[in-house]
């Protein structure tokens, strides 16, 4: 079982930056794929960025050049950094972990306005 525990998240005005953190909870986490998702009200989630147990990284094309995921196998942590950002990334931010079966967290709330 994994348990995943968002934080980071807040107000911010366009062009600024934030980082959101997962910490994880489980066993043999290094060896899974992590990665952040993101939902506003009235749409599906969508993927945002992923970071496989080799360091190989995807993301979305509306964050490419802007958002950095990361992590710290040592911590059990991922990270997205997320840099110049606008009012259309505002949504509640998902982590999310799979192996053989997928995980999530309970999210975080980023909102960009000035």
């Known amino acids: 079982q994994v348990q995943l525990v968002e934080s980071g998240g807040g107000l911010v005005q366009p062009g600024g930056s934030l980082r959101v953190s997962c910490a994880a909870s489980?066993?043999?986490?290094?060896?899974?794929?992590m990665g952040w998702y993101r939902q506003v009200p009235g749409k599906q989630r969508e993927l945002v960025a992923t970071?496989?147990?080799?360091?190989?990284?995807n993301y979305a094309d509306s964050v490419k050049g802007r958002f950095t995921i990361s992590r710290d196998n040592r911590k059990n942590t991922v990270y997205l950094q997320m840099n110049s950002l606008k009012p259309e990334d505002t949504a509640v931010y998902y982590c999310?972990?799979?192996?053989?079966?997928?995980?999530w967290g309970q999210g975080t709330q980023v909102t960009v306005s000035s």
């Open positions: 999310y972990a799979r192996l053989t079966d997928d995980y």
């Open positions: 970071i496989n147990s080799g360091g190989n990284t």
């Open positions: 489980g066993s043999m986490l290094s060896i899974y794929t």
